[in-house]
C-alpha cells in the first residue's frame, strides 16, 4: 500500500551541500507526469513556497525496478480485484532538507507554514493547473535559512510530494474518505489544510 516512499539528507560533492534524497514507488501510467518533472513545471511557472528539483530519474529498467503484477490481471487464476497500477521506482533529490512541521518552535510558526502551504497551493493551482492532492503533516517542512545566536533569523516553508497520491487518509476529506471514486477538487485540499 502506497510509493514505499524513503527520504534522507545526502551529500551533494557538486557544491558541498546537503540535499534531500527520495527514493519511491511511482505509478507508471503514459498520461502521469513523473513527480519531478511537476516539480520542474512548478518551478518554471514561478509557484512560491516548494522546493527545487535538482534531479529526478527512473531506476534502471530492470525487471526488479517495475512492479510486475499487472502483467497477471486475466490470468484464469487470479481471483476479481480492483484494476493494479503499475508502478516504476523512481530517485529524486531536492534541493533543500527541511525539519518535520511538528517541530515547530511556536504557534506562529506552525500558522506561517500552513499559510505559506496554502500559497503554494493556490499558486500551483491557479498558474500552473497542478492540484497538490496529499496535503498532509508530512508533506509540509520548515527550512531555517541561518541562525544568530540561539534564534532563527528565517523560516521558509515548503510543500512537498507533487504526486498523483489520492491522499494520506488522516488528513482527506470527509468526501473523499465516504467516496472511494470521488474526484479531487481543491475543496478537498483545503479541508486537508483544516486537519493540519
Not at 101 to 127: G, M, N, P, Y
Not at 150 to 167: D, E, M
Request: a neutral charge; glycine letters at 4%; charged letters at 15%.
Amino acid at each position: 500500500v502506497g510509493h514505499g516512499t524513503r527520504t534522507c539528507p545526502a551529500f551533494n560533492p557538486a557544491n558541498n551541500k546537503i540535499v534531500m534524497f527520495k527514493d519511491s514507488w511511482q505509478v507508471l501510467l503514459p498520461d502521469i507526469l513523473p513527480e519531478g518533472e511537476i516539480y520542474k513545471h512548478l518551478k518554471d511557472t514561478d509557484i512560491h513556497n516548494i522546493a527545487t528539483c535538482i534531479a529526478c530519474h527512473d531506476v534502471p529498467s530492470l525487471p526488479q525496478q517495475r512492479t510486475q503484477t499487472a502483467k497477471f490481471a486475466n490470468a484464469p487464476w487470479v481471483q476479481p480485484y480492483d484494476v493494479l497500477t503499475p508502478h516504476i521506482h523512481y530517485c529524486m533529490v531536492l534541493n533543500h532538507v527541511g525539519q518535520p512541521l511538528i517541530r515547530f518552535t511556536s504557534s506562529c510558526q506552525v500558522v506561517k507554514a500552513v499559510r505559506d502551504a496554502l500559497i503554494a497551493h493556490e499558486d500551483a493551482c491557479a498558474k500552473a493547473g497542478v492540484l497538490h492532492r496529499d496535503l498532509s503533516l508530512g508533506n509540509i517542512v520548515i527550512y531555517v535559512t541561518h541562525m544568530v545566536g540561539l534564534f532563527h533569523t528565517q523560516n521558509s516553508y515548503f510543500v512537498l510530494n507533487f504526486s498523483v497520491a489520492k491522499g494520506t487518509w488522516q488528513f482527506m476529506s470527509a468526501n473523499l474518505v465516504k467516496k472511494k471514486h470521488a474526484a479531487h477538487t481543491i475543496e478537498d485540499d483545503l479541508e486537508s489544510s483544516f486537519y493540519i
